[in-house]
């Protein structure tokens, strides 16, 4: 799509008519990198509800039509709900590069985390470019991010987003918009501001100030360093995982063919930053918290009080399959359980398991081996 030349992208046709495009434009951008194609290619890795679809609109419109690129953008994700894992494509080239390309973005300049238990269940390093660079939205520095992706050659940042967000009354998107400017090396603040200001302003005037806080609190907090002469593994080459079945092979019925695919599913991922966090000490036993609860994470035993009575008693929660909705400690009369800004191996630490003999086994059914 041409910002001033061709038909633009639909996304930004529906905000922008190409002749106004023209009239933003200040000065061209010169791209620090492209790939084979002449495209520099981001990637943002997120779950559904933190707004990485909008995020990368946002910086396609400010790449073209006030920066005087060429790009698009689009976004995938599978079912359309909150916590399922969304990946937002932008590439931008020169102005005069037709982009005749709408394929996912298999090799990137640039990766941005939303969320950081990605991490653990998406190959968010898969195809990064050797001199490229990957930022995740976390409470660590940028080298125990580094040592948590297996130290990867490449740039590495860190931004607290959510902590931003929470203290801006903004989300985790608008943050991350100003780490993935800082850290792209040529994408200027002023003009995602102006998208920004465009978009959010015109339709929530009262939430523009603190999101132009968030963002440019991203800008600034982000830590970034360069681990490329320290590394140990080279991001590989992007993937893509064909479906086992597809609609002509697919067994009848609609059977789900992975065994055992409820207990050992992993929800985690879905948590936005808080959850539950148990107080055995002030528990009384009585069970609302399960009541409400819509994935079953309470875990129960029978045991024997001091008088000889059996009783059954909550243990804990199983972190595997809470999705981090906090309606449990809505319903809990004793302030037994408390909402917690989730930390890096937390929910590890304090686990109770659901289904201890199935410990060990992955996704698919097959057993870990250390
Ligand atoms: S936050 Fe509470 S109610 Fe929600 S999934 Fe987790 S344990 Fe269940
Ligand atoms: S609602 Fe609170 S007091 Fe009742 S069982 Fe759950 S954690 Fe314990």
């Known amino acids: 799509m041409h910002a001033w030349q061709g038909p633009p ?21 010169q791209l620090p990198q492209t790939d084979n194609q002449g495209f520099f290619g981001i990637r943002l890795e997120s779950i559904g509800g933190l707004g990485a679809h909008v995020a990368g609109q946002i910086l396609a419109q400010a790449g073209v039509l006030r ?9 995938s994700y599978g079912s359309e709900k909150k916590g399922s894992p969304v990946k937002a494509y932008v590439r931008f080239c020169a102005a005069e590069q037709e982009v005749r390309t709408s394929s996912p973005v298999d090799r990137p300049h640039l990766v ?14 898969w195809g990064l470019l050797p001199e490229g660079a990957i930022i995740v939205n976390s409470l660590r520095s940028p080298s125990q991010v580094w040592d948590g992706l297996g130290r990867p050659a490449a740039k590495v940042g860190a931004v607290n987003a959510l902590a931003i967000a929470v203290e801006e009354s903004s989300r985790v998107n608008t943050v991350m918009l100003g780490a993935v400017a800082r850290a792209s090396g040529f994408i200027k603040p ?26 440019d609190r991203g800008f600034q907090e982000l830590a970034l360093e360069d681990f490329s002469h320290a ?26 063919m992975n065994p055992g695919n409820t207990a050992l599913k992993d929800l985690s991922v879905s948590r936005n930053g808080f959850l539950p966090a148990f107080h055995r000490e002030r528990c009384v036993d009585c069970a609302l918290c399960d009541l409400v609860c819509p994935d079953f994470c309470f875990v129960w035993a029978v045991e024997r009080k001091g008088d000889g009575v059996e009783a059954i008693r909550l243990k804990g ?33 304090h686990s109770v398991p659901l289904f201890p003999h199935l410990q060990g086994f992955s996704q698919n059914g097959e057993r870990h081996h250390h």
Do not use: W
Request: include cysteine.
């Open 231 to 256: 590394a140990a593994a080279v991001p590989q080459n992007y993937a893509r995982h064909a479906p086992p079945f597809g609609y002509l092979d697919a067994p009848l019925g609609g059977a789900v």
């Open 67 to 75: 920066m005087g690129l060429n790009g698009a953008n689009f976004s």
């Open 9 to 29: 992208c639909p996304q930004i046709l529906t905000d922008t008519a190409n002749s106004v495009a023209k009239t933003h434009i200040k000065s061209r951008t």
């Open 317 to 349: 929660i199983d972190y595997q399959f809470c999705k981090g909705c906090l309606k449990c400690i809505d319903a809990c009369p004793t302030l037994a359980l408390s909402t917690e800004r989730e930390e890096e191996g937390y929910a590890e630490r």
């Open 112 to 125: 941005a985390v939303f969320h950081e238990g990605l991490v653990r269940t998406e190959p968010v390093l």
């Open 190 to 215: 002023e003009a995602v501001k102006e998208v920004i200001q465009a978009t959010l302003g015109e339709r929530y005037p009262q939430l523009l100030a603190s999101n132009l806080r968030a963002f």
